[in-house]
């Protein structure tokens, strides 16, 4: 009987509870590090290490030619051109192909790194200011003469960058991470566990960030002290330059403005006094010396960016972590943020109509006063409002509403400020695990059935919640017997895509990219466990994702071609294909994956015939290098395709099987493949007799 071919596009995500007669032929029935992708399924991206210094996945090396050597230049060293001022760090001995250091003739090539300024020809090759050799001609990157070279040199320099990656100083679990402006900042605790310290990521590593002081005033006057001017102690002559003044009550116009200073430094010792500025006098009252900012340790943070002020670059980080005060932090000047809370340590954070909110203990709400983060009077609009339950999270709806979660119940804050404000429960049947609840498009969270997504009906005020990840549900059930419990999530815009952290090092994707009513699970497994995670911009204004580890380290999420520079392994098994005639056995020839790799990528294919039947034995398994990403000349764009490729990569295997339905699975290990992504299933068959 002749042969039929019948294709399949892969999509549709691991459904684990459609009956196998039924599932869609895309979907799967297995995976790990895959993930749904807008061309079907797609092996995960990496994650690195991430300090501010040069990312491993975008180092490069550049080969330099030299001549009249006297002596070697050792992997390490720093080579300088003595004409040019040209640095670059050699990351293997010098190679010699002719000639000898004896002879003050050695010729061969140098593999530098980090390569700064243009070497020039017959300029002396210096370390330390010594001269070891003379440029041959300029340094050329990735300028080996052979694809083997090209590649250890390239990865060579990949782990030279990784290795100069430090963790956040301190210890213990990593308790916090944001970005502001391009920088990152991470939060733990320090080396005795007393305190929680600030790193900044810079090009030479993490740098501490100093907190600063805080000192209470109420004024003297009706003159207002503002931020850069110099305060001086009236009685001790004690200074300091202001980098803030949080006004917490009152104004400086009605003479009873009340509030404290910030400052970096001062010079002398503050007393109860008056306080002046230049030849103003008694513009404020003090009680007493200034004190140190400070955060409790072992606290979890969470953060919200948003800009009070209004103007351009006024973008601010407002942050809590259920241990201290709540805080205002622009990179530089840290503000603790005074509720007037006997305990004033919130737990979670929103910004809702340009009011801050914060969360606390016991399920206390409370708002600021509108775009007056620092006051939370009544008088200046501040409320108190109370769930019922312990808050697990917030988040503003882009619909208007604040969604407030509680472990066993969601709440929705109707109105502007407190003027309408109206909390009204919407469900007591559904709550929000903590760390979970995010927004793509609209409010995402997890709860004890799975993902849920809470969107706005059509209706003013009404809401639909539903469940993303009914198809993956056994998956949850074997999670949560096996007591695991989830650390984090985080939303990916530009993969319309939500994923989940638990804390074994699994987790879970749901991808939106063909409509919220068609979500697409899978499966990954990281060989570590993430504690905190924070999606932001970079200083490109591009999505930039990280997350803090039980390791002490900060690392980049979706970056790189591996697990930090580790193997990533991974498989799909597509759901069992009947080709539409589910009673009639049929002979299996070949399977074919259409896939995209860059530039390649090793795959393992086998088969399972006849819903894996031990009648059956599964189809040999085979191996393949495929390429795929090739373009057409003047027409891709340029640098987004691979030279001396086919558009579209191959995978055949020939199956030799037989039985009534066929499911391929994919295998895929490696250190520096970049992931590919697979887009269909082509099968080749012949139908033979029906089932008897």
Known sequence: MAQETKFFPARGGLDLITPAIEKDPGSLIACENYEAHPRGYSRTDGYERFDGQQKPSTASYWALNFDAGTATISEGDTVTGATSGATGLAIIDAVVESGSYGGSNADGYLVLMNVSGTFQDDENLQVSAVTKCVADGTATQRGADNDTDDST???????????????VPGSGNMRGVCTLAGTTYAFRDNAGATEVDVYKSTTAGWTQVALGKQLAFTSGGTTEIEEGQTITGATGGATAVLTRVALQSGSWAGG???????????????QSENINVGAATNLATIAGDSSDNSLAAAGRFEFERHNFGGHAGADRIYGCDSVSMGFEFDGTV?????????????????????QLFFFFSGGSIQNSGIGLPYQWTVVTGASEMMLGEEITGAYSDVEGFLVIGGRNKIAVLYGQDTSNFELVTWSDESGVIEWTMDRLGSTLFVDDIGVRRLTAARDYGNFRLGTMTQKIEPYLKILKAASTTINASIRTRTKDMYRVFYSDGTGISVYFGRGINKPECAIFKLPIVVHCAYSGEDANGDEF???????????????????DGTEISGYIRFAFNHVGSPTQNKQWFKATLEVDANPSVALGMTAEFGYASDDQPPATEESFTVSGGGGFWEEAIWDDFQWSAPVEGLAENHLAGFGTNVSL????????????????????????????
């Open 334 to 354: 840290f503000v603790p943020i005074k509720t007037g809370m006997t305990t004033d340590t919130p737990s979670h954070v929103a910004v809702h109509h340009n």
């Open 545 to 563: 994702m990280l997350f803090g580890s039980t390791d002490g380290y900060i690392y980049e999420l979706d970056a790189g071609a591996n697990h």
């Open 665 to 692: 699975a994919a295998l895929s290990a490696g250190t520096y493949d970049y992931p590919h992504r697979i887009h269909g299933l082509t099968l080749h068959f012949s139908p033979r007799g029906l089932v008897k």
């Open 256 to 270: 009873d403005a009340a509030g404290f200073f910030i400052f970096a430094s001062q010079t002398g010792t503050f």
């Open 153 to 167: 040199w390239l990865q060579d320099a990949m782990e030279t960058a990784r290795t100069a990656i430090a963790v």
